[in-house]
């Protein structure tokens, strides 16, 4: 009789666990920016999609709003490049923007169309480097981090 219970918890258990375990079909792949904007490619392993010219690890760019843009450093990543651009105003972040990033195939467009928009959502929550990694999307991720560390130590936050 004891074996029989334990069976039955072992069993619901796994069947809890099955069931609630997130899967790529519960999450949406559009894009809440409207997809990959701007021209060009970034160099390394893999290509990524670019918004705008910039250089990479370039400076600062301000604006009569009070509001400094800073670029991290290019985070080279197996599938491409990463770069983030965050903008600064009285010394929090309140904007953070992936400005190149590995978009060479479907599968890479597919993963950084959610990805992308998470992390920048998370770098502005955090108002640090110190954020989640996006599951699925781990290379791309780390390159995010990297970058936007980098863009964060320039700004002295």
């Known amino acids: 009789m004891?074996?029989?219970?334990?069976a039955l918890a072992g069993t619901v258990t796994a069947l809890v666990m099955l069931f609630s375990w997130p899967s790529?079909?519960?999450r949406s792949t559009s894009s809440t920016?409207?997809?990959?904007?701007?021209t060009g490619t970034t160099g390394g392993t893999?290509?990524?999609t670019t918004s705008g010219s910039t250089t990479a690890g370039s400076g600062t760019t301000g604006s009569a709003a009070g509001s400094t843009t800073y670029d991290g450093a290019v985070a080279s990543t197996r599938?491409?490049?990463v770069q983030v651009r965050i903008t600064v105003t009285n010394g929090k972040v309140t904007a953070s923007e992936a400005i190149a990033y590995p978009n060479g195939n479907g599968h890479d467009q597919q993963i950084n169309a959610y990805a992308i928009p998470i992390?920048?959502?998370e770098a502005v929550a955090a108002q640090s480097a110190s954020i989640s990694m996006v599951s699925g999307a781990t290379v791309t991720s780390q390159g995010y981090v990297q970058s936007l560390q980098s863009a964060l130590d320039k700004a002295g936050i």
């Open 79 to 81: 599938w491409g490049d």
């Open 33 to 38: 920016t409207g997809g990959t904007a701007g």
């Open 2 to 6: 004891r074996r029989i219970v334990i």
């Open 119 to 121: 992390l920048n959502q």
């Open 24 to 26: 790529s079909t519960n």
């Open 46 to 48: 893999g290509s990524g």
